[in-house]
């Protein structure tokens, strides 16, 4: 199958941003272990892993339909974060970036009328969509919670690890 030149550009973008997650996802998992934050570190482990599955197959999509896959260099600068509230943040806001760009390169599918990788954009989007609810859930939760706690380690090591 031959693809047009604007998907495979788009897909090789997409692989982009699951190597550039993967790294900030490793960066975070460093940060909540250095905090004796277990739950989100493993959580943050898993999407790690995510991201890098996801990548390894849109390489090998594009492989198999005869397109080059580009390998990204990543060196993304990673934000200081201060408390468990940024990270979650940091979190939501790296998530509604994903979600953005998933929509754009699923756009620029439709529009090229290469349909076939619509159903794999459509499986990752609502992957990260259920991990954006997920987010939005933990936030509204620890707002309530001291950032320093008993209760927040509590917390932490409640977070269900069958988020990704």
């Not at 459509?122 to 939005?136: D, P, Y």
Request: glycine share 4%.
């Amino acid at each position: 199958m031959r693809l047009q030149k604007s998907t495979v550009l788009s897909l090789n973008e997409f692989i982009a941003a699951e190597a550039h997650s993967r790294s900030a996802h490793l960066f975070f998992q460093n940060w909540c272990e250095t905090n004796g934050f277990t739950g989100m570190k493993t959580y943050c482990r898993q999407a790690a892993e995510q991201h890098w599955n996801f990548q390894n197959q849109m390489m090998n999509y594009l492989q198999e339909c005869g397109q080059v896959a580009e390998n990204p260099e990543v060196h993304p600068p990673h934000p200081a974060i201060d408390s468990y509230e940024d990270l979650i943040n940091l979190l939501l806001d790296r998530s509604e970036q994903h979600l953005q760009q998933l929509n754009g390169i699923a756009k620029a599918c439709w529009n090229a009328q290469d349909y076939d990788p619509l159903n794999f954009l459509k499986t990752r989007m609502e992957r990260e969509v259920k991990i954006r609810k997920g987010l939005w859930d933990w936030k509204n939760q620890i707002q309530y919670l001291p950032a320093q706690s008993e209760g927040l380690l509590f917390f932490d090591q409640n977070i269900p690890a069958n988020m990704i």
